[in-house]
């Protein structure tokens, strides 16, 4: 992650690239598909691997190049196989350094890796409580088996990314939209590209509608964590009333 913001890496994800580079990378998709997809997958395992914030601008670009469904695959797998990577790195000798990173924030996850850790990983990949690089590490730091993190990654964050590569299949309109207001507001006197960028507000993806369905879903993958505590205090009860 400090490499990524040392060499300023990140600064080309962002929708104002995307936006200038669309022709481009379209013609590079339209020529070389299946080359231009391994690219695409593999830039998004580094993007994750590396903790470089951009993620959901290049989810964005997935769903703009390759349609909602195509782009959606893609990319579940791809951040699937980068958390992977971070989720090992964790596990190795780098893990003390990452753990510093991790901080405090960690621990307040042991209890719900503890009750039921693959529905409590279900809600996290679901539900944004925390920031998906912590979500990444947490689980390696305490102990959560590989599969237990694979499984729930991979189906955890298919409906969030489904959602924005549906959002980012329907972006050329909202681009050439920019595009001419840039174009407009470069035609006043004195105007610089720095007066006039891009505007595109991630909470225009991010709508209460949105929210409450991952949610809604987050709450049901928590289910079971409540019906083992159910159970467990119904064990403890008619043990207590055995014993009496």
């Known amino acids: 992650m400090a490499l990524g913001f040392q060499q300023g890496w990140y600064r080309w994800l962002s929708f104002e690239t995307l936006a200038a580079q669309r022709q481009a990378l379209g013609a590079f998709v339209d020529s070389h598909f299946v080359a231009s997809l391994a690219v695409y997958v593999g830039l998004y395992v580094v993007v994750v691997a590396l903790s470089i ?34 989720f090992l790195i964790a596990r190795s000798s780098l893990g003390a350094g990452l753990a510093k990173k991790a901080g405090g924030v960690a621990e307040r996850m042991a209890e719900g890796f503890r009750q039921n850790a693959l529905s409590y990983m279900l809600f996290l990949r679901l539900v944004p409580v925390f920031p998906f690089w912590l979500v990444n590490l947490a689980p390696a730091l305490l102990g959560v088996p590989l599969a237990t993190y694979v499984i729930g990654t991979f189906f955890g964050i298919i409906p969030g990314t489904l959602a924005f590569t549906f959002v980012g299949a329907g972006l050329d309109s909202v681009i050439d939209a920019q595009t001419a207001a840039r174009a407009a507001c470069l035609e006043r006197a004195g105007a610089t590209p720095a007066d006039c960028p891009f505007s595109f507000e991630l909470s225009s993806i991010v709508t209460p509608e949105l929210l409450a369905a991952l949610v809604l879903l987050g709450a049901v993958a928590l289910i079971p964590v409540f019906l083992k505590k159910r159970v467990g205090a119904g064990r403890l009860a008619n043990d207590g009333k055995d014993k009496a």
């Open 53 to 86: 914030p951009g993620a959901t601008i290049m989810t964005l670009a997935g769903g703009l190049l390759y349609g909602w469904i195509l782009g959606g695959a893609a990319t579940v797998v791809a951040a699937t196989a980068g958390s992977v990577v971070i």
